[in-house]
């Protein structure tokens, strides 16, 4: 097992260039295999990139640096030629139908930015493409998105949540029956964050600060409800820097109330292997599932388990697939028969069986 460690692209008057020169140096002191420059929210932007990741490398030295961003704003694309332009090792890429969107750009794009740059990059593209044809084959079949490319939207830097997580608040919200309320929650999930002391906006803290935006919004007074989650992070049980960040007031009332007082003893447990083993099923249960209970919990895992195996897709080419389907659903002929080289298929529509009287 190899290490990488994040160090996570924001924008706050915290997230300085002194801020970013050092945490590239704590990452490095740990001597990780490789660091990852990371731009989850999308909101790098070329001219940025080119001040922080020469100034990243300088303070990582021989380390390897990868560059990973999502494409929300529609800058990725852009700021993955600087930073092959400015010598970062690798840069994460997606494969269409997943790429693009609130993804990383495609790996078809990239690679041929990256050829025209006079870079020769390390990947088969032609072995790439069938993979490409056939989740976009399964997206159409099952009415799922295809990744595009994002418009600029200036309203990101404003809350800085991220792509996937907007849709979950807006269900949340749909579930309340204030739906129309998105825009003015984004907005608070922007003050929630600075009053938080601008944690980053990744998971788990993102979800923190959406999440106690909504219930602002759905109260209609501000912290008159707290998560748990927000008690944990004023008490400090999510890094230790945020107490000592957070607005003082707002810290105060988070803390000033009787369900503070039942975490501030609070310690996590400390589990032997054979102490997890045991309490999520004992011996019977594999290493991989242990992982996943122990990560997603449990009712993940069971609805996982009960959906049973994977949906099986047919793996021929989808034009044959797709006219063979259409052909089945006409009422106009009762026999089809293709025939290509070696490869020959009838199908024929049996005649109604006729009643016995």
Known sequence: MQVVINVIYSVSPRHTDEYYATRARQAAAIKPYRICFKDVAGLLTPDRARTLIPLIKQNIGAIPLEFHAHCNNGMAPFNYLEAM???VDTVHTGVPPLANGSGQPSIFTVARNAQALGFN??????????????????????????????EYDHGQYLHQVPGGMISNLRFQLSKMGMANRIEETLEECGRVRAEFGYPIMVTPLAQFVG????????TGERYKEVTDQ??????????KEAPTVMDPAVKDKILGRP?????ANWSAPELSLPEVRRKVGGSSVSDEELVLRVIAGDPAVDAMLAAGAPKEYLSATPPLVQLISELVKRKDCRQVF???KDFSLRLERSRPVPAVE
């Open 121 to 150: 990059p390390q990947v088969d593209l032609e072995a790439v493409k069938p993979v490409e044809r056939h989740f976009t084959t399964i997206a159409k079949l099952e009415g799922h998105p295809v990744g595009a490319q994002r």
């Open 259 to 263: 369900r503070a007082k039942d975490w």
């Open 338 to 340: 293709i025939e290509k």
């Open 85 to 87: 332009k400015l010598g």
């Open 230 to 239: 927000a008690i944990q992070y004023a008490l400090g049980y999510w890094g």
């Open 211 to 218: 999440s106690q935006a909504a219930i602002n919004v759905i």
